[in-house]
Nanobody
């Protein structure tokens, strides 16, 4: 199984980026997908989650209204559209997958089965 994240970069505050995560080696539609982020010297934190079919979404409070998670099961890809970026959004962003049978909290990173390698987002002020 491989999750390949991309799309990070350097952007000014107020700008936008779209992250992508392409999955291989698993039946993508059988997995809920999530994005986490980790800033220097901080713990990995939940950003957003989308159910296997895309009908159920969760967002961390600080990104609500600015970030949008979506998926294309035909392309085995999950996206994170990030608008109105702030310097505090600077972090390495990771995609993660958990089996669709899971029904607990999605905020805990330890419940995820697979992780991507991360893509760096830097927001300058």
């Amino acid at each position: 199984v491989q999750l390949q994240a991309s799309g990070g970069g350097l952007v000014q505050a107020g700008g936008s980026l779209r992250l992508s995560c392409v999955a291989s080696g698993l039946t993508f539609s059988n997995y809920a997908m999530a994005w986490f982020r980790q800033a220097p010297l901080k713990e990995r934190e939940f950003v957003a989650r989308i159910s296997w079919g895309g009908g159920s979404l969760d967002y961390e409070d600080s990104v609500k209204g600015r970030f949008t998670i979506s998926r294309d099961n035909a392309k085995n890809t999950v996206y994170l559209q990030m608008n109105s970026l702030k310097p505090e959004d600077t972090a390495v962003y990771f995609c993660a997958a958990v089996g669709s049978g899971y029904t607990g909290s999605y905020f805990n990173p330890t419940i995820y089965d697979y992780w991507g390698q991360g893509t760096l987002v830097t927001v300058s002020s």
